[in-house]
Every structure is written in structure tokens, then in C-alpha cells.
């Protein structure tokens, strides 16, 4: 029972991990480096005067990331 029980466990932790590894692989893309660029991008545009402005280097920088 315990070799089973072992067993189990073994197979889950090694399914766990090609999980994490084939995310962590698909994540890797740049765009998850510009998504915060992007989002302080659209943060900063509702503001009503300057956020254009503003907004405009945060566009290219999150352009060029990706």
C-alpha cells in the first residue's frame, strides 16, 4: 500500500512540474513584460489634459518590448 501510495505521489509531483515548466515557457513572451507598461499606459490617458501626453513614450516603450 505504501509503495502505491509513493507511487501516486511520484507521478503527480512529475506531472506538477512539466505543468510549471510548459507555463512558465509560454509565459516567457515579452508581452507579459509589456503588460504593466500597457496598463500604466491606459491609467495614465484618462486623465483629461495630459494623459495623452504621458501616455505617449509609455505606448512606444510597451511597442518596442514587444
Known amino acids: ?5 509513493l507511487r501516486s505521489h511520484l507521478v503527480s509531483a512529475v506531472l506538477l512540474l512539466a505543468l510549471a ?3 512558465s515557457t ?3 513572451g515579452c508581452g507579459v513584460v509589456a ?3 500597457r496598463a500604466t ?3 495614465v490617458k484618462i486623465v483629461p489634459v495630459a494623459g495623452d501626453v ?6 512606444v516603450t ?3 518590448i514587444d
Open 21 to 23: 515548466a510548459g507555463l
Open 35 to 37: 503588460f504593466p507598461v
Open 54 to 59: 504621458v501616455a505617449a513614450p509609455l505606448d
Open 1 to 5: 500500500m505504501t509503495h502505491n501510495f
Open 26 to 28: 509560454s509565459l516567457t
Open 41 to 43: 499606459s491606459a491609467a
Open 62 to 64: 510597451a511597442d518596442v
